[in-house]
């Protein structure tokens, strides 16, 4: 089989990987942006054409204020500290989740890093952020309602590629592999509609450890599996 071309990964465990060290979850998630980082970079140079993390997702405003106001600071400052970098290697960065959430200050870095990556072409970093898979499938619904109201979708042309352009972002193909770090095994409501078949590889080491390696590994075993997609293989014929 050849290599997955789209991947997502739940960055999973920086608040852990600080505590096992006796330092505050702050500094877990410092580390696990200079994981991203690594990985971004060795995604590139294995071909992956598009990459979609979970960086912030609808339920972690639940977390402590404290925290969630520090993730909020983190990514402004990692998008203005990275940005130059990216774009010099090629990467577009689009952001995937309910934006009118956010600060005004954090969305102007989102845009401007959307346009000043928008004709890059070795690597699409998706970004989710105030992301929830159900909240993007009640979104697209509604998107979907609107149009079929102004007269602009017929139902009886409609079907689930039409139902993907509503989506947040219409060219986020589906998912061949979904890696999560940090020993937990459910998707933890990401990327519900684009992974309805990906293969799933869960690994214990925490996100802040992960490294170049540690992808090839998912990538291998990916290579290694069958995908039947519902249907059957030879072996199955007389099964």
Do not use: C
Request: proline content about 1%.
């Amino acid at each position: 089989m050849n290599s997955p071309k789209n991947i997502a990964i739940i960055m999973d465990g920086n608040g852990r990987w600080a505590q096992q060290r006796n330092k505050h979850r702050t500094s877990g998630h410092k580390e696990g942006v200079k994981t991203l980082k690594k990985i971004v970079k060795a995604a590139v140079n294995l071909n992956v054409a598009s990459l979609t993390v979970y960086a912030f997702s609808t339920e972690n405003w639940k977390r402590p204020k404290a925290e969630v106001d520090f993730l909020l600071t983190l990514m402004r400052q990692t998008m203005r500290n990275e940005v130059e970098e990216l774009i010099e290697k090629g990467v577009k960065v689009k952001f995937i989740g309910r934006k009118d959430a956010l600060s005004e200050n954090l969305t102007d870095e989102i845009e401007y890093i959307e346009q000043s990556s928008t004709n890059n072409k070795k690597l699409t970093l998706n970004i989710a952020f105030n992301y929830g898979g159900r909240a993007e499938i009640t979104d697209a619904a509604k998107r979907l309602a609107e149009a079929y109201k102004a007269d602009k979708l017929s139902l009886d042309q409609f079907d689930e590629n039409n139902f993907s352009d509503y989506l947040y972002n219409k060219e986020l193909k589906e998912v061949e592999l979904l890696i999560r770090t940090g020993g937990d095994m459910r998707l933890s409501n990401f990327l519900l509609w684009q992974s309805a078949y990906a293969e799933l590889y869960f690994t214990d080491k925490f996100w802040p450890d992960f490294e170049e390696k540690d992808l090839i590994k998912a990538i291998e075993e990916f290579k290694q599996r069958e995908r039947r997609f519902g249907g059957l293989n030879d072996g199955d014929q007389h099964a």
